[in-house]
RNA sequence: GCCCGGAUGGUGAAAUGGUAGACACAGGGGACUUAAAAUCCCCCGGCUAUUGCAGCUGUGCCGGUUCGAGUCCGGCUCCGGGCACCA
């Protein structure tokens, strides 16, 4: 019979259905396995990157079930957020409507791969169920001090009268009505991620050689923990009349507290509260360009040349009393140090390109060769009074000592991390659970009256915020004192849904409506044992998780710290040399190749094309050979005669017999290695069709049964599909469940080829015995090397064991 | 701009510091066929040479360490990801 895979693969996804093969057991005795693909955003249509992530993850799930782990492997829906919005905005649909159609869609896409996961735990963010567990987990945490109400700028555009995301303005301007715009003042909701930045950061420690060391850097830089002073600038009698007697002086903070001798200026940001107050008084020549500044967001004043404004006024430096002139420039961030720095041109390389710029005094207070810049390395100081000669890190404590000594300042630990701002302005979220009451102040839903949801009327413009522009919905009652009050209108980032996903997953559906997380379950399941997804969130959403977790903890809710104990990034699959992406437009669809070839296919070929963590070029010309891999292998069944795993005297074989079961244990041994540590299917995979092309090169019907025993063993959770029916069919799946022994005695080789080489370079070859001495392996490489070896003398001899000998020779 | 990666034939790729290009795709040649498809066999980095054996060169660029570097170190180039309201 010919390959079918539509009916082959329709068969078997309906009797794994029937038999809820993916459902994992209840019992916590069981050893257990927590495999996790990142949850999609029901975009509509699953593109390439997700059949990538789901396949893999797939691959590893049906591995451990195989080998009779409890194995949890979940799906659902990250389906709070803004391309819901933007189609209701584009198309007229209801985000509600929207979202759980593109969930039906994609759910059947999924369903067609074969995907091994557990049905019954599938749920959207979007559920009220999901909402009313987050929503009391907000207020646990600003009842415990995390979560809190501050105004920071956002981008806000004044003819929409609404806050854009950064994807949303183009150049500065509105993606929807292009008008610039503006950098505006408004009240969030932040959750005080900064308390655990020293968990975080030292936890990841934990994480070596379980996470790749690129995420693990990445994230550590993210939180870029720094260890200073922090002092404060008294400005100078004159500057304090100027600014109307409002201000004294200013905090900086520095990790060079050993370069203080060497200021020549202090900067300000311009949203530093000294700033404001110099242009409301109109008390600063630049005042339009300082202005302008402000209006350019963080990473528009990266990217510009460096600029700054002299403001007129002088602060007084702490330790000498000389007169330290302020600027006001761009690359001084609002969000960190306090807005303001010390300039040490001669130690510092972005303080001495502003000081080159701007014609500032440069004071090298540090011995070093200074005629390519700033030296920012430690040395010997100088021109530091009392702490000359010195070396620079002892002179660092010292000064250090000496401004706490004196009550000038003190040792800080600062992070560049920034609080987490989880408010959006938008309808598509989950309701923040707060009312604003005129006598109670701002007050959290009392929890029986959660969860708190949307108004399905709504009208969705792009203008304004939906939730605001509702007439009824805001209105409540405070739950405190019972007045007429409003509720909060902002929703939650998405983010703060992925971020407790895992958890949920864990907890026993049954109990999803009474408990949001079941400690027990959430204790036996976690952490995740093996996360997979895309490079992309390796900074904010795992670090937001591994946050949320750690927060959940100290509510009480589990006992878990670390989320996620492994993590696989996959690299993103490309087309035209860029990301594919809903935003983009440049995707493939998955659904054209399984119906042309079938869903074995397409996985052999995702899995084959690239090893994960690697970037994936689409390139449609290449799933062919993925196919006839498949063809090849089921034509192949009638060579396996046996029904069960032959006994084989390995001796009594011809060589290309022992070939084929060198190539199809090689393969085996191959597969441990690929399915719990390195994930590189692709060499797999090869190993497998070396195998399959060495068996095709001989005919024992022995070794042809073993050689298909295992190949189908080794390929079940890469094809299941086909590798079922055939296993069914030949061994009644008895080679699906459980590891197969290898056997040492078909790696044992007669004889070795060794390389010889001179210089490092190959010159030829030669076969020895495999229990040749290094003497006559010596011997045979100089006779086969005579042509190369005449007229030189050998200075020294190296011989690597079964690879190479190599002559190290000079003309005699 | 800052942080993190990547670069190997026409293409996707493989290679504990030890024979570069396994395994595939595309291409070329052949067998089978009335023909095509499918299948099977052979060739396939570049240059030079050739009846034949062969020689040189080659892993983005420049330099270094080493008996030996695709792999380690330093300096670049280009491409990609992230940069806190895309997810």
New binding site residues.
């Given amino acids: 019979m010919e390959y079918n895979p539509r009916q082959i693969e329709k068969k078997w996804q309906n009797i794994w259905e029937e038999e809820g093969a993916f459902e994992p057991s209840a019992d916590h005795h069981k050893r257990k396995k927590y495999i996790l693909s990142?949850?999609?955003?029901p975009?509509g249509r699953i593109h390439m990157g997700h059949v990538r992530n789901y396949v893999i993850g797939d691959a590893i799930a049906r591995y451990y079930r195989k080998q009779d782990w409890n194995v949890l492997h979940p799906i659902g829906w990250?389906?709070?957020?803004?391309?819901a919005e933007n189609a209701a905005i584009k198309h007229n649909l209801h985000p509600k409507k929207w979202t759980y159609e593109n969930i039906d869609y994609m759910r059947k896409e999924l369903d067609s791969l074969g995907l091994s996961f557990s049905k019954t735990r599938e749920f959207a963010t979007c559920n009220e169920l999901y909402t009313r567990w987050e929503q009391e987990f907000i207020i646990k945490m600003f009842e415990s001090g995390l979560l809190y109400r501050e105004s920071?700028v956002?981008?806000w555009c004044e003819p929409c009268h609404t806050?854009?995301?950064?994807?949303?303005?183009e150049d500065g301007c509105c993606w929807r009505c292009g008008t610039q715009v503006v950098q505006k003042k408004?009240p969030?909701y932040y959750i005080d991620?900064v308390k655990y930045a020293d968990e975080l950061l030292g936890d990841l420690k934990l994480l070596e050689g379980k996470w790749?060391?690129?995420?693990l850097?990445?994230q550590?830089?993210?939180?870029?923990k720094s260890v200073g002073l922090n002092f404060k600038f008294a400005l100078s009698d004159d500057s304090i009349a100027r600014l109307g007697g409002e201000f004294d002086g200013f905090s900086v903070f520095t990790t060079r507290a050993d370069t203080i001798y060497g200021v020549t200026y202090a900067a300000l940001a311009p949203e530093h509260p000294i700033v404001k107050q110099l242009l409301k008084l109109g008390a600063v020549a630049d005042a339009p360009q300082i202005e302008a500044m402000a209006q350019m967001?963080?990473?528009e004043r990266?990217?510009?040349p460096k600029e700054g404004y002299a403001l007129g006024i002088d602060a007084l430096h702490p330790l000498t009393g000389e007169k330290v002139p302020l600027w006001c420039a761009n690359?001084v961030l609002a969000?960190?140090g306090g807005g303001a720095v010390m300039s040490v041109p001669a130690h510092d390389?972005r303080d001495w390109e502003f000081a080159q710029s701007y014609h500032l005094p440069v004071k090298q207070v540090i011995q070093g060769d200074m005629s390519s810049g700033a030296f920012t390395l430690s040395g010997t100081m100088m021109g530091s009074g009392e702490f000359d000669g010195m070396d620079s890190v002892e002179a660092k404590a010292k000064i250090i000592g000496l401004f706490e000594a004196k009550k000038l300042g003190q040792a800080e630990v600062n992070?560049?991390?920034?609080?987490?701002?989880?408010?959006?302005?938008?309808y598509?979220?989950a309701p923040i659970p707060f009312v604003h009451c005129d006598s109670c102040g701002l007050v959290p839903e009392k929890v029986e009256n959660l969860p708190i949801v949307l108004p399905d009327d709504v009208v969705i413009t792009g203008e304004g915020n939906p939730l605001q522009n509702h007439p009824t919905w805001s209105h409540c009652h405070c739950p405190q004192c019972g007045k007429e009050a409003t509720r909060e209108t902002?929703t939650l980032?998405?983010?703060v849904?992925?971020s407790w996903y895992q958890l949920r997953y864990a907890t026993d559906p049954q109990k999803w409506r009474t408990e949001g997380i079941n400690k027990a379950d959430a204790n036996y399941w976690l952490p995740v044992d093996q996360y997979i997804g895309?490079?992309?969130?390796?900074?904010?959403?795992l670090?937001y998780a591994r946050f949320f977790t750690r927060v959940l903890r100290d509510l009480g809710m589990c006992d878990i710290d670390e989320p996620f104990d492994r993590l696989l990034t996959q690299?993103?699959v490309?087309k035209e040399?860029?990301?594919m992406?809903?935003?983009?437009g440049n995707t493939v669809d998955p659904d054209q190749l399984i119906a042309k070839y079938g869903a074995d296919t397409a996985r052999l070929f995702v899995l084959?094309?690239?090893?994960p963590?690697?970037?994936?070029?689409w390139?449609d010309?290449?799933?062919?050979?993925?196919?006839?891999?498949i063809?090849?292998l089921y034509?192949r069944k009638t060579k396996a005669t046996f029904r069960d795993l032959p006994q084989i005297d390995h001796s009594m074989l011809s060589s290309e017999s022992k070939e084929a079961r060198a190539k199809t244990y090689e393969a085996l041994r191959k597969s441990t290695e690929v399915y719990e540590n390195?994930f590189?299917f692709?060499?797999l995979?090869?190993?497998?069709?070396?195998a399959?092309?060495a068996l095709?090169?001989q005919s024992d019907p022995a070794v042809w049964s073993e050689g298909i025993y295992i190949l189908l063993n080794l390929l079940e959770p890469i094809i299941p599909h086909v590798v079922t029916e055939l296993s069914d069919e030949l061994f009644g799946r008895a080679n699906l469940s459980g590891a197969i022994a290898l056997k040492d005695e078909v790696f044992v080789q007669d004889s070795?080829?060794?390389?010889v080489?001179i210089?490092?370079?190959?010159?030829?070859?030669i076969v020895m015995p495999s229990d040749a001495s290094e003497a006559e392996i010596l011997a045979s490489a100089k006779e086969a090397g005579t042509?190369?070896l005449e007229g030189m003398s050998i200075?020294?001899e190296?011989v690597?064991p079964?690879?190479?000998v190599?002559?190290?020779v000079k003309p005699s």
């Fill in positions: 990142m949850f999609p955003y975009s990250d389906a709070f957020g803004m391309p920071t956002v981008n806050v854009l995301a950064n994807e949303q303005v408004m969030g991620i790749p060391q690129q995420v850097t990445m550590s830089n993210w939180i870029g967001t963080e990473r990266a990217q510009a690359f969000s960190y390389q992070f560049k991390l920034r609080n987490w701002g989880v408010s959006r302005q938008r598509w979220g902002d980032d998405t983010f849904q992925s895309g490079i992309e969130h390796a900074i904010l959403h670090l690299g993103m490309l040399g860029a990301k992406s809903k935003s983009k084959f094309a690239a090893p963590q690697k970037e994936l070029e390139n010309s290449a799933v062919e050979g993925a196919f006839r891999f063809k090849r034509d390195s590189t692709n060499t995979i090869a190993a497998c069709m070396e399959l092309n095709d090169k070795i080829t060794l390389a080489t210089n490092g370079k190959k010159r030829t070859e042509k190369w200075i020294k190296i690597v079964a690879k190479l190599n002559f190290v």
